[in-house]
Nanobody, 119 residues
Framework: QVELVESGGGLVQPGGSLGLSCGAS????????MGWYLQAPGEQRELVAGIGSWTTYADSAKGRFTIARDNAKNMVYLQMNSLKPEDTAVYYC???????????????WGQGTLVTVSS
């Protein structure tokens, strides 16, 4: 009932920048949290940055990545600067909130977008 669609991944050289976007659609009454996670090959998915009533960043993202949200459009963005090869991963968008069709919460994931940092 809630769909997340990501865009903006790709190949970038070390030290470069890349922006990711994610839009949520469906039977949404309210989104309380939106965030970005990454999953490297053979590793668990981990939080990169999240925004709700607070904003949080992984230590590896602090000072390099910026998360922003457009509540009117149900969009979340991740601006990534000074990228490093170790940032290479599939990045997933996540959103949690309440459905408009029934008194239930949702926790939705996007399909993932690959970010490759390599020269």
């Amino acid at each position: 009932q809630v769909e997340l669609v990501e865009s903006g991944g790709g190949l970038v050289q070390p030290g470069g920048s890349l922006g990711l976007s994610c839009g949520a659609s469906g039977s949404i009454a309210r989104i309380s949290f939106m965030g970005w996670y990454l999953q490297a090959p053979g590793e668990q998915r981990e939080l990169v940055a999240g925004i709700g009533s607070w904003t949080t960043y992984a230590d590896s993202a602090k000072g390099r990545f910026t998360i922003a949200r457009d509540n009117a459009k149900n969009m979340v963005y991740l601006q990534m600067n000074s990228l490093k090869p170790e940032d290479t991963a599939v990045y997933y968008c996540n959103a949690a909130g309440a459905l408009s069709t029934r008194l239930e919460s949702f926790n939705a994931w996007g399909q993932g977008t690959l970010v490759t940092v390599s020269s």
